[in-house]
């Protein structure tokens, strides 16, 4: 499936971060493991996290049970809510020197939007999206987690999330496709690193931990770096 491609003004505008301040986005479908390893690469970089604040939507539940009915509300509150988060954080988090973690991107609310709007909905929500998406700093790095469908089910049903229990395999299936067109198509100039999560264990496992950190070490070090912040 070819996910419809992101509005010119909705990609990722160019953007610095204060010299020696690292910015790292964690990626992924929901139940890759995105804030797990968030949490887990914090001593590692010795960074603030920003983790996603999802559970406090009053439409998910809904959403899952009815997409057809709640998904715009759904995606409004998440847009908002993500943008009043890192428009206010994540420069504040930078502009003091410390490096920086996400379990997010601001970027990838339009991947849900094109999945879940259409017509009307999915124009006035590309217009909301295109003004905020100007005021976000980038990273300085996104690691893309990926999984197959039945390894995201199995992580999904493992957690045990009350408002996910209602979730459609196919529905994962059809974000796993999206997320990999994203990421072919949406991320230019913001350094991508893919890591393939379906046999690792970071939790268990010490060794698969080293493993992605050192990736993330290397990818870095290949990276270009930004030397100022956005303009307000």
């Known amino acids: 499936m070819q996910v419809k491609a992101a509005s010119k003004a909705s990609r990722l505008q160019p953007r610095g971060i204060l010299k020696n301040a690292m910015y790292i986005s964690i990626e992924g479908v929901i139940g890759v493991g995105k804030t797990t390893l968030a949490r887990l690469l914090q001593d ?65 609310d339009a991947l849900f939007a094109r999945i879940n709007l259409e017509g009307d909905e999915l124009e006035m929500y590309y ?24 390894v995201l089910m199995e992580r999904i ?30 991320f230019q100039g913001v350094p991508v690193l893919r890591v393939d999560t379906n046999h690792l264990n970071i939790i268990s496992r010490r060794e698969d931990l080293e493993q992605v950190i050192a990736q993330i070490h290397r990818r870095l070090a290949e990276a270009p770096r930004q030397t100022e912040l956005p303009l307000s």
């Open 44 to 108: 590692e970089f010795q960074a603030e996290l920003q983790l996603e604040v999802f559970e406090e939507n009053p439409f998910l539940s809904n959403f899952y049970a009815d997409r057809a009915r709640y998904a715009f509300q759904t995606q409004i509150f998440f847009l908002l809510s993500r943008y009043h988060q890192q428009n206010r954080n994540v420069p504040d988090v930078l502009q003091r020197g410390k490096n920086l973690i996400t379990d997010y991107t601001f970027a990838k």
């Open 127 to 150: 217009r909301v999206h295109d003004a905020l998406a100007e005021k976000i700093p980038r990273p300085d790095l996104v690691v893309y987690l990926s999984a197959e469908t039945r």
């Open 157 to 186: 049903a493992l957690r045990d999330r009350p408002y996910e229990r209602n979730m459609e395999e196919s529905y994962i299936a059809t974000l796993n496709e999206a997320y990999e067109d994203f990421f072919d198509n949406y």
